[in-house]
């Protein structure tokens, strides 16, 4: 079915694939983001959970411009200091998270204090939200989606930014009020894509092992 250019073609997409922190004010076609978001819709998804409701999938597309960036900034930045103050009960009693939470614990209280690099007003934020059924595994099918969004935008010479703060607001109820979801039902993802600006990756390369046993 797909010739050995496909193949090469995806293995170029996969590599070429990195985060973006910072946007130029350059907007993203209406296009390049359906098709976007087409390909977050063709993510897999958890069956058993999906019955449930009519529609278990949600994307809600917010350009630059629009009033409610800012709303969602501000929701982001309150819910993040929730977050520090949890965070810092459980490392009291979590020797796990004692150890390693420190890091955690200064980004959020950064991004309480000082927002996310990638606001105030980027070029075009996508929040995904998934029906969070019984199993819990909408967080799961959240990163296949954001993963598919993710590629298709490489393809397409889109830049792109995760924004893991969202994963918090699942029962946020102001958040959730924003797109008449109910509180607590949904898991929210949401990323950023427009075009970067001269930046220096700095990602370290990739610290995978293969053991062929
Ligand atoms: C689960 C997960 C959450 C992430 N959250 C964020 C985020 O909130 N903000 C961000 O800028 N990047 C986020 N990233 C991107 C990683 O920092 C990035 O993929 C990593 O540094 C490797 O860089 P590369 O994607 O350019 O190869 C996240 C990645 C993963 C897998």
């Known amino acids: 079915m797909f010739t050995e ?7 170029e997409i996969m590599k070429a694939r990195r985060i973006c922190r910072k946007f130029t004010d350059r907007v993203p076609s209406k296009e390049d983001v359906a098709a976007v978001v087409e390909a977050g819709r063709l993510a897999p998804y958890a069956s058993i959970s999906s019955g449930d409701v009519d529609v278990f999938r949600h994307f809600y597309v917010i350009f630059k411009d629009n009033p409610l960036l800012d709303k969602i900034e501000a929701l982001i930045r309150s819910q993040s200091a929730a977050d520090v103050a949890w965070l810092k009960k459980e490392m009291e009693k979590d020797s796990f998270l004692k150890e390693y939470g420190e890091g955690l614990e200064k980004m959020w209280t950064n991004v309480a204090e000082h927002g996310l690099p990638v606001f105030p007003n980027p ?27 993710w590629l298709k935008a490489t393809a397409l010479n889109l830049d792109f930014n995760l924004i893991s703060p969202i994963e918090s ?12 979801l109910p509180t607590g039902r949904y898991g929210f993802h949401g990323c950023i894509v427009g075009y970067r600006q001269a930046e220096k990756l700095t990602s370290k390369p990739i610290s995978a092992q293969v053991h062929w046993l």
């Open 5 to 11: 250019t496909d193949n090469r073609s995806l293995d």
């Open 123 to 149: 070029p075009c934020l996508i929040i995904i939200a998934e029906w969070r059924g019984a199993r819990r595994a909408e967080r799961q099918s959240l990163a296949h989606t954001i993963q598919n969004m």
């Open 169 to 180: 607001m699942w029962d946020n109820q102001e958040f959730c009020d924003l797109f008449g």
